[in-house]
């Protein structure tokens, strides 16, 4: 089935930007000038951190979303509304839970206006497929969540959709299931005949696209954006272990990281009124990674981070950036590394830790700025508004209110300054 | 799956016949309730009366009450028709659902005198020859006191579907139709069902006003169990109160065992399963007894696949018929109608009571103030009180499995109980004590509107999470602790609830607490309340009409600035589901 590039184009996202309208009036951008192409006989991926967008670019080729710029076509025809073609597995399943399994199957084959007279058959012959015989007449509540995720697919699949698409759909399953279920929905789509003719998935999983990928689509985030589409040429079935899948997916961490953690060698020219948005990621996140590093000796693969805490990988590098930023670790290529000062603050007490912690937060112009603001002002309250003002001034591409949370949250944890929730003012501690 | 609605036949024949005697049981329990239906037919059939004479020997009780029973079946099925309609209205339709959900506020503020005289009027004029017209304003009445939270609960339903859900149901090209069927429908049943309980009880609250009531000096009275007590507490037989008191109960409790349990207990299986909570450990002795009769197992099993059956057949697979631009035309052009309808109605209501209320005079228009200024403190004061007694007591109850299993119930029922069946021996009491009805009727709105924050209070105290539980006593909280440092916040979010619930029931419940009848002889109070009950039995349209603008106006201010804060704050800092 693997027919390279050469299949026809059944869907292809030209030009795409998207913008979300934001409670409070302005406008938030998710989604960059996305061009991608989905041919007839592959399996692509969306790969990328949590925020970049891979799932609003899987709904707006669904047509279940309208770009704020840019086209969806299907079959060289521009989609307006629905994308007939092609079928959700969703992440949270979706299902009836007052509808049996074949219920849940029967009534999409009703709606899609399937042959009526076929439907029978064809609810019998998906059921199998996936795995369900036996469990036609059980209601999704009695079922594991691998198994209500086989009921999403043999809905998706019954309606015989040219395109498959895959909404992180193995990401509430547990490990060993999802395992087996990539394997089989492989196994499916390479037996299905004519349809489902590819599919397209998003994940933040880098082992599962390589598994199942043709070619993998590595986002970025804030906003999202192609940063590079990488072909795998391994042949089905692919082995977890072989030296050739491992070496792609280093290549694949090496692509991530090496764009989200530049070497510190760039990191200290700044101009002078620059001022760090700061990594979204809690100080007890933080803290957490310190203590991880430390009990290794200091040091660690920021890949093997993300498998020990079982914490999606985009996630640990926002982690491993914060901590960076405090001069706590260093990150030489793909290993994380805790300087002089992050071991200084691993051996210190409690209250010390604090010290500590101020004192790099201090470095940081941000910090450094509020703090003075604060001080210049001992009897006068600073809203949350004029910091936030203060954010937009200097960083108006940041979305400045989780910003806020997260300045908060470390500002907290070093004691350098309070915020009071009600009245919404930050004072000295 | 076949569509075998009688079951597989082979298994007929190998049952005995006594498996059969709890459908025998059934279907003569039906036949008997019919039989008592066809009694009303004829009430309803016959000729024009607009005072009946009601009969105060118990035995004509069971008569009077499977009448109110049926009035407020029949107004509970208009609820449901109308919340059905309405919510699905406002949910789909934006721009009608901008006007829609405001006016369902401000309906919900009206209390049922506001309707009376121009249903009432309306409905006589109609059919001035038959009792039709009288039984029709009745059941319109009840109506008014059940449908307003149904349809918000259902418009909030449809619009909270997650959105996965509303994702697949778009991906799968279900139109709207199979949409309410397959996904809408059910997944609001069970808020539906527990809304429907609460509409129940609010029905039955005004069920003495429903059906006995004065429009400009004319008594106007149907044979009812509202009428029943009425006449009782004009005549001063206190063996007939407590017997038409008895009668209530039964009702309630009856609805409550035979309906709304087994209803409770049938719909969780209707439920998303994110939403889950509510009582789960709930169950129904009727329910498991339904579920042992065969024909009822069909008839579930026949509404179950009516529900899944195919609607249209599209021509080709895949590719559904795009709607024609003549059905689109229509559609739209129907729904414009419909909002211009909606706007129309409202503007000829707006001139018509601006029409009324220009004749008042400054001094009519300071009373109609004075009265709502009073009654508002009167509301808080209500509250306040409440919530001293509710809050300990509440917390208590819930904070104990047993005390849990005995009492929510008896709570329940004493929720669903119409106070003002109790007043006239409140007021008797008052007279007794020598206590005003200026401030008795505090105590009377008090009784009529606590127990929304008791059930509240006692729901989320049993809701409050084991592991919370289980870290204050590990620190070992002293009792007070634990109710300052864990219940009261824990509490506070359905405390704001049952505030505006309580709230929204003290102003109702002042215009049968300011104005009483004892002995005969009418006893008020200066309030809005007494305000609005009097002008309209003096038929003052005039006062009237003003004093329910005012009052409705005041509460729907208050919802909008007191209570939707507050509980933007309880859901912001108090909830416990974050």
């Not at chain 1, 995720?149 to 998706?156: D, P």
């Not at chain 1, 279920?181 to 492989?186: D, G, P, T």
């Not at chain 2, 009727?286 to 021509?315: I, S």
């Not at chain 2, 904070?399 to 029922?413: D, F, G, H, T």
Request: proline content about 6%; overall charge neutral; charged content about 20%.
């Amino acid at each position: 089935m693997n027919v390279g590039n050469n299949g026809k184009i059944l869907c292809a996202a030209a030009g795409i930007s998207h913008e979300f309208a934001k409670p409070e009036g302005n406008r938030l951008k998710v989604l960059d000038n996305i061009n991608l192409q989905i041919r007839s006989g592959e399996v692509v991926a969306l790969l990328g951190p949590s925020g970049c967008g891979k799932s609003t670019i899987l709904r707006i080729l669904a047509g279940l979303i309208k770009p704020t710029a840019g086209d969806v076509f299907t079959h060289g025809e521009k989609l307006a509304g629905l994308n007939k073609g092609a079928a959700i597995v969703f992440q949270g399943f979706a299902l009836y839970p007052w509808m049996t399994v074949t219920e849940n199957v029967e009534v999409v084959l009703k709606s899609t206006g399937y042959p009526f007279g076929e439907i029978g058959d064809r609810v019998r012959e998906t059921v199998k497929m996936v795995g369900l015989s036996g469990f036609e007449d059980a209601y999704p509540r009695e079922l594991s969540g691998g198994m209500k995720q086989r009921v999403g697919i043999a809905r998706a699949i019954a309606v015989k959709p040219e395109l498959l698409f895959m909404d992180e759909p193995f990401s509430q399953v547990d490990a060993l299931t999802a395992e087996s279920l990539r394997a089989e929905v492989l196994d499916i789509w390479e037996m299905a005949g004519a349809n489902p003719q590819s599919i397209l998935m998003v994940s933040h999983d880098i082992k599962e696209v390589v598994y199942m990928a043709d070619r993998i689509v590595v986002l970025g985030a804030h906003p999202g954006r192609i940063r590079t589409v990488m072909e795998n040429p391994l042949s089905r079935p692919r082995d977890y272990r072989s030296p050739e899948f491992q070496r792609l997916v280093e290549r694949l961490h090496d692509i991530i990281s090496g764009h989200e953690m530049p070497d510190v060698a760039v990191e200290p020219v700044m101009p002078p009124n620059f001022i760090e948005p700061l990594p979204n990621c809690s100080a007890s996140e933080i803290v957490g990674l310190l203590e991880y590093l430390d009990a290794r000796g200091g040091i660690a693969d920021v890949f093997q981070i993300s498998v020990d805490t079982r914490r999606e990988f985009g996630q640990i590098i926002t982690i491993v950036k914060g901590a960076e930023m405090l001069d706590m670790v260093d990150t030489p290529k793909r290993m994380v590394t805790l300087t002089a000062v992050g071991k200084q603050f691993t051996k210190a007490s409690p209250e010390d830790r604090k010290n500590v912690w101020r004192g790099q937060m201090l470095q940081l112009n941000l910090f450094r700025t509020i703090k003075e603001l604060i001080d210049k002002h001992p009897e006068q309250a600073i809203s949350k508004e004029l910091v936030q003002e203060i954010i937009v001034m200097h960083m108006p591409f940041e979305n400045y209110e989780p910003l806020f949370d997260n300045l908060i949250r470390w500002a907290r944890y070093g004691n350098l300054f309070s915020y009071d929730e009600t009245s919404e003012t930050l004072s000295p501690p | 799956m076949e569509w075998m609605p009688w079951g597989v036949p082979g298994r007929f024949r190998l049952r005995p016949l006594t498996a059969y005697w709890p459908d025998a049981v059934f279907i003569l329990c039906l036949a008997g309730l019919f039989y008592g239906l066809a009694g009303f037919e004829e009430q309803i059939t016959a000729h024009f009366r607009p005072a009946f004479e009601i009969d105060l020997s118990p035995l004509a009780l069971p008569k009077y009450a499977l009448f109110s029973l049926a009035r407020g079946l029949a107004a509970y099925a208009i609820s449901l028709i109308f919340t059905l309609l309405y919510g699905y209205w406002a949910a789909k339709d934006e721009r009608a659902g901008s006007i829609l959900v405001p006016l369902l506020d401000v309906l919900q503020s009206i209390p049922v005198l506001g309707f009376m005289p121009g249903v009432v009027l309306a409905l006589i004029a109609l059919f001035p020859r038959s009792n039709i017209g009288l039984e029709l304003a009745s059941i319109i009445m009840i109506f008014t006191g059940q449908a307003w939270n149904m349809t918000f609960g259902f418009y909030h339903s449809l619009r909270s579907l997650p959105p996965e859900q509303r994702e697949a149901a778009a991906v799968f090209r279900f139109n709207w139709w199979q949409k309410l069927r397959w996904v809408e429908l059910p997944s609001a049943a069970s808020g539906l069902v527990w809304n429907s309980m609460m509409s129940m009880a609010g029905g039955w609250f005004f069920l003495m006003v429903s059906e006995a009531f004065m429009l400009g000096e004319r008594d106007y009275r149907l044979p009812g169990l509202g009428s029943y007590m009425s006449v009782a507490v004009d005549k001063g037989n206190y063996p007939a109160m407590a017997w038409a008191f008895l009668a209530m109960i039964a009702i309630i409790v009856a609805l409550d065992q035979l309906l709304w349990r087994p209803l409770t207990v049938w719909v969780r299986r209707y439920r998303l399963e994110e939403s889950g909570g509510e009582t789960d450990t709930d169950s129904s002795w009727f329910l498991e007894w339904l579920t042992k009769l065969k024909v009822l197992k069909a008839a579930e099993l026949g509404l179950h696949h009516l529900m899944m059956r195919p609607t249209k057949q599209p021509a080709h697979p895949l590719t559904p018929p795009v709607r024609g631009k003549i059905e689109r035309w229509l559609l739209s052009s129907l729904r414009w109608a419909l909002f211009a309808a909606v706007i129309g109605v409202l503007l000829y209501a707006a001139a018509q009571l601006a029409g009324l209320v220009a004749e008042l005079g400054v001094a009519e228009w300071k009373a109609v103030w004075y009265s709502t200024f009073l009654t508002f403190l009167r509301v808080f004061v209500v509250l306040l009180a409440a919530t001293l007694w509710t809050l300990p007591v509440g917390i208590l109850i819930g904070r104990s499995p047993a005390a849990l299993k005995i009492l929510r119930p008896v709570v329940q029922i004493a929720a669903s109980f119409p106070a003002p069946m109790l007043f006239p021996v409140m007021v008797a009491l008052f007279i007794w004590l020598h206590l005003s009805l200026g401030w008795g009727s505090i105590l009377l709105m008090l009784l009529g509107s606590q127990w929304y924050i008791l059930f509240n209070v006692i729901g989320a105290a049993a809701a409050v999470p084991a592991d919370l539980k289980e870290a204050t006593v590990s620190f070992r909280l002293s009792g007070w602790r634990q109710f300052t440092a864990l219940y009261v916040p824990a509490v506070f979010p359905a405390l704001v609830t049952g505030w505006v619930t309580a709230a929204g029931g003290a102003w109702n419940a002042s215009i049968v607490a300011e104005k009483v009848s004892y002995n005969g002889q009418p006893l008020a109070t200066d309030g809005i309340g007494a305000l609005i009950s009097q002008s309209a039995e003096r038929g003052d349209f005039h006062t009237l009409a003003a004093s329910i603008m005012v009052m409705a106006a005041v509460v729907v201010l208050l919802n909008r600035v007191l209570w939707g804060r507050l509980s933007g704050l309880a859901q912001e800092r108090y909830s416990l589901g974050k």
